[in-house]
């Protein structure tokens, strides 16, 4: 078959993988690991839980479909006439699983042996949708016991708490799966409709990595995969206000210590940041609250967080960006005073080039040290791909970031006037007694 194969080679780390255009209209990358003892593949398409308004290049109509529905196929669609895809699975010996985040969703196996059966299983299944009424009224049943758990887990309700206190339109504040309302709408018609238009290969991608065989993945992909039209689908957002929604969320659940999310909402472009801004920002955000900060070593020191939950992350996708710190406190409120002074104080003084230099060596060490895992190759692969961006360019953009750039960042993001906090509190205060 006319495939296009480029090789792409690091010579900072003098690792080399494989990207492969498909004719089907697949992307596939083959990241072999010398010595390396397992296998792990993901098959992911760019089709999340946000993804329930979009229009098709090859339709006038804009489609609206039930919330949770992405959550809802990727459970659906290891059942098939002949039986479910993990008992398959059971005989190469591989372990296999999915997930569905805002803005994909992946299917995923690793093994020692077996690779190209097991891979074969994950291209067959995948693109073999099987759907009835009476098996989509039972998933509706599992999904909603699932959606009611879901309500009384602490750490996901201070996290969709946060959001709904971010975003007034967009669909990243709404839950994953949906809700028991949402997903008793969900039709077989809803699910053929969703496959068809997000499981097309051109909006997919196949990574390997670990003890694999490029030319044998190759030979594979001819025989297994379907091939499908270009079609381009394009994501239907409404308008998002810059202001947030309200500053402080709180609910009281069963826990033992309090536990916050505090997040700075964020303007977005349609673009998503270049490689050099999202170093930028990574690099603030590890100057600001990595564990030789000194806002970390002060909250230690005062009782206010401890070393196992206090962490920060750039939450970012499609029409959605936040900066978010997270953690148990027995103060969330003062947590978010002292985080705002931290960041005006910085603003103040300037960043401390020592402290850029230690982020920078911390960072770069950690994403080189994560490619001796073919697991995080290969979730990595995907997800800097759906974000159009590339794995060796993001490790060269680290190694090259400049203070500017940081403080970039520092000057764009942060602002105190669009953050929020969120507290899940313990249902009972404890007794004095």
């Not at 996290?159 to 028991?180: E, Q, R, S």
């Not at 947030?244 to 977005?268: A, D, H, N, Y």
């Not at 990574?282 to 206010?304: C, F, N, Q, T, V």
């Amino acid at each position: 078959m006319n495939r296009k194969i480029n090789q792409m080679k690091s010579e900072r780390i003098g690792d080399t993988y494989y990207q492969i255009e498909h004719p089907t209209g697949l992307k596939i990358f083959v990241y072999p690991k010398e010595n390396s003892h397992s296998t792990y593949a993901v098959f992911g398409t760019k089709y999340g839980s946000i993804d329930n308004r979009f229009q098709r290049s090859d339709e006038d109509t804009i489609q609206e479909v039930p919330e949770g529905i992405a959550h809802f196929l990727e459970h659906k669609l290891f059942e098939s006439e002949d039986g479910d895809a993990f008992a398959r699975y059971a005989k190469t010996g591989a372990s296999a699983n999915a997930y569905t985040s805002f803005d994909m969703t992946c299917y995923l196996f690793s093994c020692t042996e077996h690779v190209y059966e097991s891979l074969e299983i994950l291209l067959d299944f995948v693109q073999s949708p099987y759907f009835t009424e009476q098996t989509v009224q039972k998933e509706q049943g599992i999904i909603g016991q699932e959606i009611r758990m879901y309500d009384d887990d602490p750490n996901w309700r201070v996290m969709f708490n946060l959001l709904d206190a971010l975003y007034y339109n967009h669909p990243v504040k709404i839950d994953i799966a949906g809700t028991v309302e949402s997903i008793a709408k969900i039709t077989p018609d809803y699910l053929y409709e969703c496959y068809h238009t997000f499981y097309n290969l051109n909006n997919m991608v196949l990574c390997v990595a670990g003890n694999i065989d490029v030319k044998k993945v190759c030979e594979l992909a001819d025989r297994m995969l379907k091939p499908s039209s270009p079609i381009v689908v394009n994501r239907v957002f409404q308008d998002e206000p810059d202001t947030i929604v309200k500053k402080r969320v709180e609910q009281k659940l069963s826990v033992s210590v309090p536990l916050f999310q505090f997040g700075f909402k964020e303007t977005v472009s349609e673009q998503r940041k270049t490689l050099e801004e999202l170093v930028g920002t990574e690099l603030l955000l590890d100057i600001l609250a990595s564990d030789s900060s000194p806002l970390y070593r002060r909250l230690l020191d005062a009782g206010l967080i401890n070393e196992s939950s206090f962490g920060v992350e750039y939450f970012e996708g499609p029409g959605y960006a936040s900066v978010i710190f997270a953690g148990e406190s027995k103060d969330p409120d003062t947590v978010a005073k002292e985080i705002c002074k931290e960041i005006a104080e910085i603003r103040s003084k300037g960043i401390d080039p020592a402290a850029f230099e230690r982020a920078k060596k911390s960072m770069y060490g950690r994403n080189v040290a994560s490619l001796n895992s073919a697991e995080n190759i290969a979730n990595s692969l995907v997800s800097l791909t759906f974000a159009n961006r590339e794995l060796f360019q993001y490790l060269d953009a680290i190694a090259n970031a400049t203070m500017g750039q940081v403080e970039q960042a520092l000057q764009n993001q942060l602002r105190e006037e669009c953050s929020a906090l969120s507290v899940v509190n313990p249902i009972q205060e404890e007794s004095n007694e």
